[in-house]
């Protein structure tokens, strides 16, 4: 991550973080990743906690990297710490960020799961969870605009374009593990050619 900030954080600016990915949490419906554009919103734009290429490489590490999908908001807090000079405040960050974003959404998902499976036979319950589709989906291409606003000269970015051309028509016509894909733009982007 190239560009580093220098911030000075008070105890009121950590509280905020915390605060405000408490209230991301209820919302990501479909995963953290949905909050992103609002992240990018709060983090880089409003606050200037964040560059956006460490917003970027946040969420392009955590996504490269194995397991849960939900480590870019751990990196996203870490790089907040960093930015302060402080190793010990990335940890802090982490804290913040991280607990913010999964107690409550933890929480609401356990007691949610347990009464809709007892009561999924409800012509609400279905309902419910075939109207949630068309909304995570459009938060999705919410993230995917924040993330591509770095690639906006087509003279220049053509070669990404037209992978991620290729990437969402492969999705979408074949049953291609999306691994492969990840696999095929990571070896690109190593040779220089994405």
């Not at 036979?121 to 919410?142: C, D, M, S, T």
Request: charged share 10%; proline share 4%.
């Amino acid at each position: 991550m190239t560009s580093v900030l220098q911030l000075s954080l008070e105890a009121g600016d950590w509280l905020s973080l915390f605060l405000h990915y408490l209230s991301l949490s209820l919302l990501a419906v479909g995963g953290a990743i949905t909050t992103a554009p609002d992240m990018h919103r709060y983090l880089v734009v409003q606050e200037h906690w964040l560059t956006e290429a460490q917003f970027n490489a946040s969420i392009a590490i955590a996504q490269a990297a194995p397991g849960p999908n939900v480590l870019f908001v751990a990196l996203m807090g870490w790089n907040v710490g960093l930015n302060t000079g402080s190793n010990s405040a990335g940890l802090l960050g982490v804290l913040a960020t991280l607990s913010g974003m999964l107690l409550p959404s933890t929480t609401l998902t356990y007691v949610a799961a347990r009464w809709g499976h007892a009561n999924r036979e409800l012509r609400g319950v279905r309902a419910f969870k075939l109207g949630l589709a068309p909304i995570v989906i459009a938060l999705l291409v919410a993230t995917g605009w924040i993330l591509t606003s770095a690639h906006d000269r087509p003279d220049r970015d053509w070669p990404l374009w037209a992978l991620t051309l290729i990437c969402v028509l492969l999705v979408w016509r074949t049953r291609i593990h999306m691994l492969w894909l990840l696999g095929v733009g990571a070896l690109l982007g190593w040779f220089g050619w994405i």
